[in-house]
């Protein structure tokens, strides 16, 4: 294996366990930027394709939309059981 190639297995490797690891820390502060920083820092240095750039981005913005739509959705369903008239017996 050339040296190229192994510069681009290592750095999809490295992109792809940041967002595994943004994955298990979804909803906490920053927990997006290591997986961002990585993905940018590998298309800057040129061991990613520009695609293969945004086809991270966008599976790093597909995970916290998806938690964004969650929380939002458990937010509401809380905000209408505190809005709720209580019945009484």
């Known amino acids: 294996m050339i040296q190229q190639q192994m510069d681009h297995q ?3 490797g490295w992109v792809a ?3 595994n690891m943004f994955e ?3 909803g906490q502060p920053n927990a997006s930027c290591a997986a961002r920083s990585v ?3 590998a298309l800057l240095l040129r061991v990613i394709s520009l695609e293969e750039h945004n086809y991270f981005l966008a599976h790093i913005e ?3 939309n998806q938690y964004n739509t969650q929380f939002l959705a458990a ?3 809380k ?3 505190i809005s ?3 019945q009484t017996l």
């Open 62 to 64: 597909r995970i916290a």
């Open 24 to 26: 298990k820390t979804v």
């Open 84 to 86: 709720a008239p209580h």
């Open 75 to 77: 937010c509401r369903e």
């Open 10 to 12: 290592t750095a999809t």
């Open 79 to 81: 905000m209408t059981n």
């Open 17 to 19: 366990s940041e967002i």
């Open 39 to 41: 993905n940018t820092l």
